[in-house]
T-cell receptor, first 114, second 114 residues
């Protein structure tokens, strides 16, 4: 079975500071990994995904994530936080099995302090 | 291209009643999934439809059922509503294989059961 753990349900950073949101996964097969962002009263928007190939993945809005198999991690980073980055962030894993079920973490709420 | 649209945006129902939620997939997408997001939690997979057939199901009872229509739109039906069914219901569409493309999510239907 697949699962995702997001360490830190709330993260606060100053505007311009590094953003680091942690995600660890459990998967019995090579995983497919995703980061989604959710703004208040909205659905989830895909930030980036790892399927195969390069382990450093670049996404929208300056975010990137690195797949580290040895650490079973897929942490999300952004060099410089903007006020508009304040939102809920979800990490998800899929094993590509029938049904294409995505397993989501419980989310990390990012606050950006001016 | 149009995104995923869901209706209604908000709904209040009484325990024991039945509810139908609707979703129009993003143009060109041929698979649709439904997720339940309880307050403060990550989305939980309900089921997926592909070619008008249920293609996978999460840990939800049979009173949760769905349909996918030839135009790839979809419905989620919930019978005998319980208080714990109160949540944001998210519709997500994609091309297959979903793990390669990732889901496009709608903004959701907020269901409150009283």
């Amino acid at each position: 079975a697949q699962s995702v753990t997001q360490l830190g349900s709330h993260v606060s950073v100053s505007e311009g500071a590094l953003v680091l949101l942690r995600c660890n996964y459990s998967s019995s097969v090579p995983p497919y990994l995703f980061w989604y962002v959710q703004y208040p009263n909205q659905g989830l928007q895909l930030l980036l995904k790892y399927t195969t190939g390069a382990t450093l993945v670049k996404g929208i809005n300056g975010f990137e994530a690195e797949f580290k198999k040895s650490e079973t991690s897929f942490h999300l980073t952004k060099p410089s936080a903007h006020m508009s980055d304040a939102a809920e962030y979800f990490c998800a894993v899929s094993d590509g099995a029938t049904g294409n079920q995505f397993y989501f973490g419980t989310g990390t709420s990012l606050t950006v302090i001016p | 291209e149009t995104g995923v649209t869901q209706s209604p945006t908000h709904l209040i129902k009484t325990r024991g009643q039945q509810v139908t939620l609707r979703c129009s997939s993003q143009s060109g997408h041929n698979t649709v999934s439904w997720y339940q997001q309880a307050l403060g939690q990550g989305p939980q997979f309900i089921f997926q439809y592909y070619r008008e057939e249920e293609n996978g199901r999460g840990n939800f009872p049979p009173r949760f059922s769905g349909l996918q229509f030839p135009n790839y739109s979809s419905e989620l039906n919930v019978n005998a509503l319980e208080l714990d069914d109160s949540a944001l219901y998210l519709c997500a569409s994609s091309l297959v294989p979903v793990e390669s493309y990732g889901y496009t999510f709608g903004s959701g239907t907020r269901l409150t059961v009283v």
